[in-house]
């Protein structure tokens, strides 16, 4: 019962109408993972440089993150992102990538983490993310991220990734791209006929939507009246999500499960962009969790009530 | 316990991926009128012209709503809008404006429209939405809508015109726009510290979110695999909205109620986008309406369960 993420790790700076920091620990397999943390035990697998230190390791083993598998190359330096944000903070602009270390990744799983029982393929290559897929052929659930980049360049690596799992968690408008399809309904079915058994679609401040065979489900963002940096919301939301499903090895996937860990990724993301980096995720608590599903539940809920309509 | 709404009366000639049509019955009164029909007596009040025949005002009749405030301006021609949208809905793109009667509108309303429960102001030049206030000084609430141009070209006439409502119902880019407050949150408060009680954000495919003091609500819009055309969705919502809400003299405007509110605008809009026009709505039925409230319910619902979370 252990969850393995593959994905980046990194230092990113960032730049908001909020704040900046000039070096913070970031990347999809560590947003990921401490999302996921909460729920199950998460091992994470990624490439490092000389320049990732004790401190950085130091947040996820707080966090009870196995980093067993993050792969120190001697010599090379950690994956670094550069971007801002304007006043739209839904738009990343990306100033600087340097792939570093990340360039030359050929994830090596140790046998713990080959023996996941659920698996998360973040954002990286589709043709790693297909080898790392095969290395765990036991896992009960494996689920991917992957980028607009991947579906331009490498659409048909990307599609027969997407083949072979259970759970496609992607962007609204990537869904769209990916599927040439701009009804989103539509778009998701069509992922569906490719193998997927569910889609969800991340819609940034406007949360996220489910679908499952012909179930749909649609929460909204929590609302905040600060968001200081949204870089990592998808990966905490993915992280909550696949982190939920996880913990419950024994439960059918259906719709009152999928329901509840979408509120567990919208609570794990809405914590995530409310500060810069994993600061915010880092000190979280269970019971912020639980506070916030519930609260996520009280601003969704309606109830009917008779009324005699005209016509 | 009647319905007042104040707005356009137009000819739209519009172009989607699914097909086209040159000339068909629309404009905000319009879409808000046919809307607000399922739930109480409506008057619409707005400018026509010689074009504007009884096969139009049928379509409004067969609803039951009162046109004798329609006014016909002799030898002058409807308001007249031409506009396409791409793959992507959500943005209309305007080819051809004809104000025509609309250019000099002056609202006059009978003692019957004056006399409303509740007023509905739809988008035209806010000079002439307080004036329509002004007269219906009696209305027990009082919502409004309005556009970029207004936010634009006439801000401070609209914010005096904000300050006399109840309720403000406005894009979210708009609120954003018209506050100078890239937070949803912070821009619906701003507006409620100018005198409304509460802001609804249209969000189009996204839905809405609602803001009452401190209270916060969002629905996601109806998935449908079917949207043929978007315009007057948000009429439609704010029909539904406060159509529902001139149904219930007697109710506090309290979140349960509210709440509903929101569903039945939701259902309105999702019947509206899925044909041209006024054609879906026209021939929509109340029982249809409740099912799809039924059934927005049944997709937005979440229980939590107990979990034992790390940390």
Redesign the interface.
């Known amino acids: 019962m252990s969850l393995t993420v593959v994905g980046s790790i990194a230092f990113d700076a960032v730049r908001t109408?909020w704040g900046e920091r000039e070096r913070m620990l970031g990347g999809s397999a560590v947003h990921f993972s401490l999302a996921a943390?909460?729920?199950?035990d998460v091992r994470v697998v990624g490439p490092v440089g000389d320049d990732f230190g004790e401190s950085e390791l130091a947040v996820l083993h707080a966090?009870?993150v196995d980093t067993e598998d993050i792969e120190r190359i001697a010599g090379g330096r950690t994956f670094f992102w550069r971007g801002h944000y304007e006043?739209?903070?839904n738009t990343a602009h990306t100033d600087e990538t340097q792939l570093n270390v990340f360039g030359d990744f050929a994830p090596k799983l140790s046998p713990a983490s080959r023996d996941c029982d659920v698996l998360f393929l973040a954002n990286i290559q589709p043709d790693l993310q297909r080898e790392v897929r095969a290395q765990c052929a036991g896992a009960r659930f494996v689920a991917m991220d992957s980028m607009n980049l991947w579906i331009e360049t490498a659409r048909d690596s990307l599609i027969a990734t997407i083949e072979g799992v259970h759970a496609l968690m992607l962007n609204d408008a990537e869904l769209r791209m990916l599927t040439g399809e701009?009804?989103?309904?539509?778009a998701a079915?069509e992922v569906m006929s490719w193998g997927p058994s569910l889609v969800v679609a991340k819609?940034g401040?406007?949360?996220a939507?489910l679908f499952h065979g012909d179930e749909?489900?649609?929460?909204?963002a929590f609302?905040?009246?600060?968001?200081v940096d949204p870089t990592g919301a998808g990966d905490s939301f993915a992280g909550g999500f696949v982190g939920?499903l996880a913990?419950h090895p024994d439960d059918e996937l259906d719709a009152?499960l999928l329901?509840?860990a979408?509120?567990y990724g919208t609570a794990l993301a809405s914590f995530n962009v409310s500060e810069f980096g994993t600061e915010r995720v880092a000190r979280?608590?269970?019971?912020e969790?639980?506070d916030r599903?519930?609260e996520l539940?009280r601003?969704?809920?309606?109830?009917?009530?008779p009324?005699?309509?005209?016509?």
Do not use: C, K
């Open positions: 109408p943390s909460f729920f199950t966090r009870g006043f739209d903070l701009p009804n989103l309904v539509r079915r819609q401040e406007y949360g939507a749909f489900f649609a929460l909204p609302p905040l009246e600060d968001v939920y913990a009152p329901r509840r979408m509120a979280l608590t269970g019971e969790i639980r599903v519930g539940q601003i969704t809920t309606f109830a009917d009530a009324l005699a309509l005209r016509g």
